[in-house]
């Protein structure tokens, strides 16, 4: 079973339907996956949410923004698109992703998983 389909129906539609903050699903890498090394390929699905690149204008606007890519907690990335590489370094980590809303603050939605990134296991 997908961790997608362990979320209620209802939350994916309230997305859809602009009334919630948006959702975010980390498609790759795999809670508990160990990866080869630097950078990691992140895939995400978004879905009742615009992603959009800063503009300087930081003007919360409802439905869009940002994800912030956190490692133990610590801020690695900002980025705007469902597909990025990020620089991640050997060692163990909790990998969360979050939409943030233009002016930086916390929509609340967010996912999160576990990673291992062992440079031994590269080709």
Not at 81 to 100: H, K, P, T
């Amino acid at each position: 079973m997908s961790r997608a389909s362990l979320l209620p129906r209802w939350l994916f539609a309230l997305g859809a339907l602009g009334c919630g903050p948006g959702e975010v699903l980390i498609l790759s890498p795999e809670d508990g996956e160990a990866l080869c090394g630097d950078p990691m390929f992140l895939e995400l699905d978004v879905t009742g949410f615009k992603l959009v690149a800063p503009t300087g204008d930081e003007t919360r606007r409802e439905g869009r923004g940002h994800l912030d890519v956190l490692l133990n907690g610590q801020e690695a990335a900002m980025i705007w698109a469902e597909q990025a590489n990020i620089g991640v370094e050997a060692g163990v980590w909790r990998l969360r992703v979050e939409l943030s809303y233009d002016d930086h603050s916390p929509t609340g939605a967010y996912d999160e998983l576990n990673i291992t990134v062992d440079p031994t296991l590269c080709p």
